[in-house]
């Protein structure tokens, strides 16, 4: 057998070969390689393409508040009766489909459509999600989180009481000058130191048994509701510049100076001298009580007796009963934009360290829907020191004793301040000499004691929405207070305080265009 033996030239056409194939094999690799870093850089532009459509919807959602207000109005109305109509950047009718629109006019340009995807009609905070398409492929996907400014709640029901008791209006011994409604709901006591009180606005007790006393002249500029049965003592009675009316006994001693209509359901006691003085308007009575011209005097046309009971709600146009109420709530703040007290270091505090705290508190995005929440879980003490004004807003929540005693700091003109006091909670004294701003909400058997000194305005309203809440007006000097609505509103923007449920009403436009804020934004 011959020995196998290879020759050089042998050797070259293997070696070609290998290098052949080897060549072929690293042709083949970086066309692949080629190809895949081509393919990667197309999917990249298409994600970059895809990521600023995104973003540009969010940018067209906020021209169309700006551009399209009732729009935005509409479509936002119509998501809260139905979450299927969340398309936005067209109108109301097509809410319930996606709105794509291009960033230019052909045919591979990028797209994008813009959606709602929560919304929330008590503090107008909306979350809104982007939708971006690349224009030859990719979509990518941007959220933005806006506080819309420039909306508001039209209330099927609006509570303009400047003072609200649930339960009794005892006692008054300081003069109140109240620009806005005032209710009790049940009776109430002016006692002597309140002489010469004045009410603008439309005045009601609660449809208890207990009498309602005046020791002292008081005027009503607007209609009067006495639910309760009513004593007038003194040598001057009220004076009632609106309509009135008197569901049970009326005892009284000077007469009742009364300057429009008169509407009188039970007795008007005898044996006291005092009388209806009608001043030329109409007296009506239901008849329980014959001889009821005694009582009157200077009617016009001459007493109407005899008439069967009157409903005496509706001709003041008023409700019977009692009145319904705003409600509170803090269980939606998040735990970590709510202070303790007992951490902020304040001792004998005074306005200019709470301003510096809501100062410090806004830069660190630890407000509120704009406002500094206290919690007040140990007692704490207000400085007498009232020469610095508060500027900010803040909500006091009281579960412990605050020590006002007619110290309450200044307030600015566009400040706000929510005085929220729960069961077990006590404001000692609140009042000052100077310029309040804000509301007063006291519920379950929370306590709170009064003493204004000569000088303050008050512009907001106090509500002590139950009937174990304790009151007291007594201390101090009069009272000047003014229901200021736009106070209220911005207070129910943070959902702190609520209309009663089935009260509320539908958004609407407070301003020229609707202003979104952008707070935050993720892709």
Known sequence: MKKLVLKNDGFAVVYGLAVLFIASISGVSIMYISQKDRSS????????????????ALDAFEGQCSSQPQDVLEILKKYNQNSSNKWLLGNAQDASSEQRIKSWNSKDAPSFSACI?????????????????????????????????????????????????A??????????NVNGNVYFGADVHF???????????????????????????????????????????GTFGISIYGNSGFEKKVTIGPDLKLYGAAFVNDKISEPDPGKFDMNNNL?????????????VKSASPAPINNDGKIDIASRLGMNTGKEPHLEAGIDHIPSNKIMKFSSLGFNNFTATQLQTKYNEAASKNQLWNDFLVIRVDTEANMSPNSSSTFDGKVIWIVDSKINCN???????PTSNTLVYVRSGGCVDGLGSAHFFRGYVYVEGNGEMKYNW????????????????SQFQMNSGKELNITYDESVLNEIIATGVI??????????????TKIRPELLSIYY
């Open 406 to 412: 007619g110290y309450w700091y200044k307030c600015g």
């Open 283 to 295: 007296f009506m009575h239901s008849g329980i009580q014959s001889q009821i011209e005694k009582k």
């Open 167 to 176: 339960g009794e209006g005892r006692y008054f011994d300081v003069r109140i």
């Open 41 to 56: 850089a197309s999917d990249y532009s298409k994600v970059r393409s895809a990521a600023s459509a995104a973003r540009a």
């Open 191 to 233: 006692n002597s130191g309140a002489i010469g009180s004045v009410i603008n606005g439309d005045f009601k007790t609660g449809a208890t048994d207990k009498e309602s006393v005046f020791d002292v002249p008081v005027t009503i500029n607007g209609n009067a509701f006495f639910q309760t049965p009513l004593r007038v003592k």
């Open 453 to 468: 000194s000569t000088g303050n305005t008050f512009r907001g309203a106090i509500h002590q929405v139950s009937d174990k």
């Open 117 to 165: 995807m929560k919304f929330d009609s008590t503090n107008y905070l909306v979350q809104v999600q982007g939708i971006g398409y690349g224009g030859v492929g990719g979509k990518k996907k941007a959220v933005g989180l806006y506080k819309l400014r420039g909306i508001g709640s039209s209330a099927s029901w609006v509570q303009r009481d400047a003072i609200h008791l």
């Open 498 to 511: 609520r209309y009663p449920k089935g009260m509320s009403g539908g958004l609407v436009l407070q301003d």
